[in-house]
C-alpha cells in the first residue's frame, strides 16, 4: 500500500492560514498492519479495508454577525461501504484536516465492526473552534456544511449518518435534522439522518452520556480480571483505583462520573488550560458544575491547581483515561507516564511511538477502536427507532408488566409468599427507553471486550489493540469477500 506521507494540511481559520502536521493516520494504519500480520486474507482485499474510500473536501462562504463573510474548510470522509449507511461523528476543531477525517472515518468502520453496529465509516470536520465562535455563526456554518453533504448525497438514513463529536452535541445535531428535512421534504424518515439529537426531536434516551458510559463498562471488565490485573501490579476491581481523566467534555464527564459511581477515586482532571488534583478523590459533579458556570476546572472548591495540562497526565494513578483529543501520549510523555493502565476514551490518544513505550513498559493499553464504542452503539439505537418510528420499550412494556405480573400471582398461590404492593410494583415493572439502552448498551460493551480478550490470550497477540484490530478486519474482510466486488 501507498505508505502515509506526513502533509502539512491547509487550513483557513478567521482569514488566516495556518499549517499543522497530522499524524493519526499514520498512526492508523500502523496499527492496522501490525494486526493485518496475523491475517490471512489477501492483500488487496487488506488494502481495500484499510484504505479510505471517499473524502469530500468543501471550502464554503460563511456571514460573520458582522456582515463580512468569511471561508471555511470542511471534510466529510467514508471510510468503507461494507455495510450501509456509513457513520460517525462531525467535530469542529481549528486542527482538523483531510488526513484526520479519513483516520478517524476508519477507526469508526472498525469500531462499528466490533461492536456489531451495522454501518460503514465516517467521520466529518469543520475547521473552526467552537469556543470561540457566536452561537449564529455556528448554526449558519452547521446548516451550510449539512446543504453542502446534501448536494453530494453524503448525508441521509440510508446514506451517511452524522453524530455529534468533539466541540459537538446535541444542539448541532437539531440543526442538522431540521436543514436536512427542509432540504428533502418527501424524506420518510428525515429524524434518522443524524444521532445524538435531543430528545424532544426523536433522539433516545442515553445517548448523550452512551460514550461515557461505555467507556466506564469497559474498564469495569478490564479491571475485574485478577489475572489480567495481577500482570500489571493491581488488584482486581474498580473499588479505590485512582483515576485520572484528561478532558471533562461529553466522553469525558460521563466516564468519570460513573467510574466515581463505581468506587473509583478521580484523583485528578485535566482541561484545555490547566489541571488539578485531590488525593482523597475530587466530586466530579461539583467540578463539572464549577466548568460550567466559570469556563474554567480551574478554582474549584477543594482541589489543587496543577497547572499545566500535560503535567496531569504524568502524575501517580492507577488508570489514566485521555478523553480530549489525539496524540496526547506520544514518545515525548509516555516514559514518565505512571499509570499501570490507559484507557483510550478519546479516538487515537496515544500514537504509535507512544505505543510501543507503553507495551515495553507493561501498561496495560485499552483501545480506542473497542472502548469508545458505546456512542455508536446507541446511535445505532437511535437510528432503529428512527426509521421504525416507535421507541423500544412501546410495543412491549406493558405487555411485559402484565405477564410478569401473572408469573408472581401464580407464584405466591403457588407459595403463599406474598410481596406488598410496592414490591411488586418494583418487581413487574416493564422497561423504560432507558432501561432497554443501558442494558444492550452494557450487554454489548462487555460481550465485545471478552471478543477480543478472547483473540489477545488465544492467538497470544501482544496487546488488546491488535486483537482489536484482527476482530474487526476480519469482520470486514468477510463482508467483502461475501459480496465480491463489482466488477
Ligand atoms: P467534547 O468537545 O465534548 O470534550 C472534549 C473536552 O476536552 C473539552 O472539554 C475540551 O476543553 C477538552 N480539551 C481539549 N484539549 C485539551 C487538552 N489539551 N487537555 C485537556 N483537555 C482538553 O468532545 P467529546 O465528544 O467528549 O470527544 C472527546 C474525544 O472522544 C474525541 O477524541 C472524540 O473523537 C472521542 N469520541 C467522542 C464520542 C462522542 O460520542 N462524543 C464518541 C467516540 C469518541
Not at 502533509?7 to 493519526?24: I, P
Not at 463580512?68 to 486542527?95: D, M, N, Q
Not at 466548568?291 to 489514566?320: F, M, N, Q, Y
Request: with cysteine; hydrophobic share 40%; proline share 5%.
Amino acid at each position: 500500500m501507498p505508505a502515509y506521507t506526513k502533509v502539512a494540511a491547509m487550513q483557513f481559520a478567521g482569514g488566516t492560514m495556518k499549517t499543522q502536521d497530522s499524524n493519526l493516520l499514520a498512526d492508523v494504519h500502523a496499527q492496522f498492519d501490525r494486526a493485518a500480520a496475523y491475517s490471512d486474507h489477501p492483500q488487496g482485499l487488506l488494502d481495500q479495508v484499510k484504505m479510505c474510500n471517499v473524502v469530500h473536501r468543501m471550502s464554503f462562504p460563511v456571514r460573520e454577525d458582522d456582515g463580512s463573510i468569511r471561508v471555511v474548510e470542511a471534510y466529510r470522509a467514508e471510510h468503507s461501504f461494507h455495510r450501509l449507511p456509513t457513520k460517525g461523528g462531525i467535530r469542529f476543531s481549528p486542527e482538523v484536516t483531510e488526513d484526520e477525517v479519513c483516520a478517524l472515518a476508519g477507526l469508526m468502520t472498525y469500531k462499528c465492526a466490533i461492536v456489531e453496529a451495522p454501518f460503514g465509516g465516517a467521520k466529518g470536520g469543520i475547521c473552526i473552534d467552537a469556543r470561540k465562535e457566536s452561537e449564529g455563526f455556528l448554526e449558519r456554518v452547521t446548516r451550510r456544511y449539512v446543504a453542502e453533504l446534501n448536494r453530494k448525497n453524503m448525508i441521509g438514513p440510508a446514506v451517511d449518518v452524522p453524530a455529534p463529536d468533539y466541540g459537538t452535541g446535541e444542539r448541532e445535531m437539531a440543526w442538522i435534522v431540521d436543514t436536512y428535512t427542509a432540504l428533502n421534504p418527501d424524506q420518510l424518515n428525515p429524524f434518522a439522518c443524524v444521532t445524538g439529537k435531543p430528545i424532544a426531536l426523536h433522539g433516545i434516551s442515553g445517548r448523550t452520556e452512551a460514550t461515557g458510559r461505555g467507556v466506564a463498562i469497559g474498564i469495569a471488565e478490564a479491571t475485574a480480571s485478577l489475572e489480567d490485573m495481577q500482570s500489571v501490579g493491581l488488584t482486581s476491581g474498580l473499588d479505590g483505583k485512582r483515576v485520572i481523566v484528561q478532558g471533562l467534555g461529553k466522553v469525558g464527564f460521563h466516564a468519570a462520573r460513573l467510574l466515581e459511581e463505581e468506587g473509583a477515586r478521580i484523583v485528578a482532571i485535566a482541561e484545555f488550560d490547566g489541571g488539578i488534583a485531590s488525593e482523597e478523590g475530587l466530586n466530579v459533579e461539583e467540578v463539572h458544575r464549577h466548568l460550567l458556570e466559570t469556563g474554567s476546572i480551574r478554582g474549584a472548591p477543594g482541589t489543587r491547581d496543577i497547572g499545566k495540562p500535560e503535567v496531569t497526565l504524568e502524575l501517580d494513578c492507577d488508570i489514566l483515561v485521555p478523553a480530549a483529543l489525539e496524540n496526547q501520549i506520544t514518545a515525548d510523555n509516555a516514559p514518565q507516564i505512571k499509570a499501570k493502565i490507559v484507557a483510550e476514551a478519546a479516538n487515537g490518544p496515544v500514537d504509535s511511538a507512544g505505543d510501543a513505550i507503553l507495551r515495553e513498559r507493561g501498561i496495560l493499553v485499552i483501545p480506542d477502536l473497542f472502548l469508545n464504542a458505546g456512542g455508536v452503539t446507541v446511535s445505532y439505537f437511535e437510528w432503529l427507532k428512527n426509521i421504525q418510528h416507535v421507541s423500544p420499550e412501546r410495543l412491549t412494556s406493558r405487555h411485559q408488566e402484565v405477564a410478569t405480573t401473572r408469573v408472581v400471582k401464580a407464584l405466591e398461590g403457588a407459595t403463599g409468599a406474598h410481596l406488598s404492593d410496592d414490591d411488586l410494583i418494583q418487581a413487574v415493572r416493564g422497561p423504560d427507553e432507558i432501561d432497554l439502552v443501558e442494558a444492550a448498551l452494557a450487554d454489548t460493551i462487555i460481550d465485545s471486550y471478552h471478543s477480543i480478550h478472547e483473540i489477545w490470550k488465544s492467538r497470544s497477540m501482544p496487546d488488546l489493540r491488535v486483537a482489536a484490530y484482527s476482530l474487526a478486519i476480519d469482520r470486514v474482510a468477510k463482508s467483502y469477500s461475501l459480496m465480491g466486488i463489482f466488477p
